[in-house]
């Protein structure tokens, strides 16, 4: 059992823009609570929270990872959160289920664009956050220009709660503004100590602290009243206030420290302490009762049915499948049963563990609040819901974005395709936001993700979990053929060669159907100038050949065939023969219809800051595309348009570079066009280069 109550946990998650210092952040929590001897780094491959290898070779959080600390008689959970765009429905999903988030902003790039995008997660589901502007030691931070754009970017009510001592090498502690005390970090005793506030800070201390005051006081009209009548208020008032301010949203607290010193950490986690809600605070968790239109309230109660939300999985070679989830009512144990109430499926639950990094710790019994792990259930995925067979009850699931970028994928060693298969259905399993299928026209193997890194990294885990090399590709284009104009066309096949020969006669009719109708098949022989048991074989002659391409080998649609004439012999015809003879004059005919290449256009959607707009629109019409409307959402413009799937295979990589990775963009298959000639002979070049090859 656990020997915190609910009322004094509290679960956050740690986000922002990649290379902000989140994970230097954790392992500061783990160096400063005690837990670990000496702080972990990500450079040198000694972090706690970035143990997988693809994340210690690129120096950047792949999965979120949870850990957790003892402080002032709290339990902390906290979530390590990646702030690369490539990964970042991690984070939304560790949104999900925490109650509170620390989002970083460093002192010297300030708000970039990820940190807006997971800045918007938060808002989505409506978390108090506090603003921790890092690495105050890096050469040209600057905490006033940081707070400026802070303001300037994320438009909220935001609040100073702690003062810089310095900056760059020169930093040297924190003023807490509220408990009114410089605090600087003793290395020997690894613990904040109070000091004087330095006198050259007394007038900007003094001038923040009176604006903290007021904007505490702005959150209660009785705090209000009080202040206006005495000017004074005390530091339980502040405190109070505070805490009233920033769980209901009113005010966001901002913070400074260096994760690198551990100057400011303790702050941080008094203040996390202090401010930020248990899982008691928010009330009941409001989900679907099965059958049932309404919602139903969970509350966080012991004695309430359990419910719980799983919001990761992990694909483990050796260990299985491990579920990661959040207790919201009811309590838990180990060796008993739950019921999955989004797959209607009861699953057999074996040992409970909290996830310390990769250390697994664990635990008897879990109570609201908690968020632990569980191995090797058998059908449980990311988004289920948890809970008893009795009292059923399904939470809101975060949906992944759509894949953006593609490969065709084969192995390097033949006769590996099953394995290939197995591999990529376990990782789709860890992360919802891959996707993978077979492309029944091209017959490759498609693996698509949300860009090129995200690709990399999972070919990189398929080799090392799975013993499993793969070749990525830029997948073909499903290019199709069809035609513009009609014929009428004989399609004859006689072969002689010694006893019984071969003979099939047929003339055809070919004309072009509407585009998207697809092949229509017309018998109108009258009398019996071709007998009825050929007539299917002429037919399935001509499918053949559409499926083969006349021009460049691609499948041929939109056209319809009928068969009006011919003739036969009683001794050589069969079914082959007309088979072969239908194949034949269609591919002779289909040459005589002005033959034209189609190419699949896509719908896409883009959205953009203001400022990159002439570059993305610009560069979408140098790719064919159409600009069909746009609209505004805040400081960002959505552009909507179509463009040939041809020219946007790599433009995840492009639209980044473009925008300085603040671009973001769906897509979606819309319908077929025709190749301008120009791109259409090149196509039919290469086809043919190929099937000389």
């Known amino acids: 059992m656990s020997k915190y109550e609910s009322k004094s946990i509290r679960n956050l998650a740690i986000i922002g823009h990649g290379g902000t210092g989140k994970t230097s952040l954790c392992e500061s929590f783990l160096y400063v609570a005690g837990k670990t001897d000496r702080p972990g780094r990500v450079d040198d491959g000694s972090s706690c929270m970035d143990y997988e290898p693809e994340e210690q070779k690129r120096h950047i959080s792949i999965s979120a990872t949870t850990n957790n600390i003892d402080w002032e008689k709290h339990r902390v959970n906290f979530i390590d959160t990646p702030g690369d765009s490539n990964f970042t429905f991690d984070t939304k999903s560790s949104l999900r289920v925490v109650d509170g988030a620390v989002v970083l902003v460093d002192a010297v790039g300030g708000v970039e664009f990820q940190t807006e995008k997971v800045w918007e997660y938060a808002d989505?589901?409506?978390?108090?956050?506090?603003?921790?502007?890092?690495?105050?030691?890096?050469?040209?931070?600057?905490?006033?220009?940081?707070?400026?754009?802070?303001?300037?970017?994320?438009?909220?009510?935001?609040?100073?709660?702690?003062?810089?001592?310095?900056?760059?090498?020169?930093?040297?502690?924190?003023?807490?503004?509220?408990?009114?005390?410089?605090?600087?970090?003793?290395?020997?005793?690894?613990?904040?100590?109070?000091?004087?506030?330095?006198?050259?800070?007394?007038?900007?201390?003094?001038?923040?602290?009176?604006?903290?005051?007021?904007?505490?006081?702005?959150?209660?009209?009785?705090?209000?009243?009080?202040?206006?009548?005495?000017?004074?208020?005390?530091?339980?008032?502040?405190?109070?206030?505070?805490?009233?301010?920033?769980?209901a949203g009113l005010l966001t607290p901002i913070a400074c420290g260096s994760a690198m010193k551990h100057i400011g950490i303790s702050s941080l986690l008094d203040t996390v302490v202090q401010y930020f809600p248990s899982p008691v605070d928010p009330g009941g968790k409001a989900g679907k009762k099965p059958g049932s239109e309404g919602d139903e309230i969970r509350m966080p109660e012991e004695s309430a049915p359990f419910s719980a939300l799983v919001f990761k999985t992990i694909a483990d070679p050796y260990a299985g499948r491990l579920t990661l989830f959040r207790v919201y009512s009811g309590t838990l144990s180990s060796d008993s049963s739950v019921f999955n109430a989004s797959r209607k499926s009861t699953e057999r639950i074996g040992n409970l563990f909290f996830l310390e990094g990769k250390t697994q710790k664990p635990v008897?019994?879990?109570?609201?609040?908690?968020?632990?792990?569980?191995?090797?259930?058998?059908?449980?995925?990311?988004?289920?819901?948890?809970?008893?067979?009795?009292?059923?009850?399904?939470?809101?699931?975060v949906e992944p974005p759509p894949a953006i970028i593609s490969f065709a994928v084969e192995p390097k060693t033949r006769g590996d395709?099953?394995?290939?298969?197995?591999?990529?259905?376990r990782l789709t399993d860890e992360d919802p936001t891959l996707s993978f299928h077979r492309d029944g026209q091209t017959r490759e193997m498609i693996l698509s993700g949300l860009g090129q890194v995200h690709i990399e990294v999972t070919v990189e885990k398929m080799k090392r979990k799975f013993g499993l090399e793969v070749n990525l590709k830029t997948p073909k284009v499903p290019y199709k053929e069809t035609i513009k104009g009609k014929t009428t066309i004989q399609g004859r096949y006689k072969k002689q060669s010694g006893g019984r020969g071969q003979f099939g006669d047929t003339w055809l009719e070919i004309e072009p159907l509407p585009r998207g109708v697809g092949f229509e098949f017309a018998d109108r022989i009258v009398g019996g100038v071709i007998p009825q048991q050929y007539r299917p074989a002429v037919e399935k002659g001509i499918v053949e050949a559409m499926a083969e391409g006349v021009l460049a080998g691609y499948p041929v649609v939109d056209l319809r065939v009928s068969l009006v004439d011919g003739s036969y012999h009683t001794v050589d015809s069969s079914e082959m023969a007309f088979k072969i003879a239908g194949s034949l004059g269609f591919k002779k005919g289909v040459l005589e219809c002005q033959p034209t290449l189609l190419e699949p256009i896509v719908n896409i959607m883009i959205e953009i800051p203001d400022e990159y707009m002439g570059d993305v629109i610009g560069d979408l019409n140098s790719r064919r595309g159409k600009v069909l409307g746009m609209d505004s959402i805040g400081h960002h413009q959505i552009i909507k348009g179509q463009v040939p799937l041809a020219e946007i295979l790599k433009y995840a990589p492009d639209l980044r570079s473009m925008t300085s990775g603040r671009g973001t963009f769906t897509c979606e298959h819309s319908h077929y066009e025709e190749v301008p000639s120009y791109i259409s002979e090149k196509i039919i070049a290469e086809s043919e280069r190929e099937a000389e090859d």
């Open 364 to 397: 008897e019994t879990l109570i609201p609040g908690d968020i632990a792990a569980i191995a090797k259930l058998k059908e449980t995925a990311t988004g289920d819901t948890l809970c008893t067979e009795k009292t059923p009850i399904v939470f809101a699931r």
């Open 124 to 247: 989505e589901f409506k978390l108090p956050r506090l603003l921790f502007v890092s690495r105050m030691d890096r050469e040209r931070a600057d905490f006033g220009k940081a707070v400026e754009s802070i303001r300037k970017r994320l438009r909220e009510k935001i609040t100073i709660v702690s003062l810089p001592i310095g900056a760059e090498d020169s930093f040297a502690g924190v003023v807490d503004l509220i408990a009114m005390k410089a605090l600087v970090f003793d290395n020997q005793k690894k613990a904040a100590k109070s000091v004087d506030i330095p006198a050259d800070m007394a007038e900007e201390v003094k001038k923040c602290r009176d604006i903290l005051v007021e904007d505490i006081a702005e959150t209660d009209d009785g705090l209000m009243n009080k202040y206006l009548e005495g000017g004074e208020l005390s530091a339980e008032d502040l405190q109070a206030g505070l805490r009233k301010g920033v769980l």
């Open 417 to 425: 395709e099953d394995k290939l298969v197995s591999s990529i259905h």
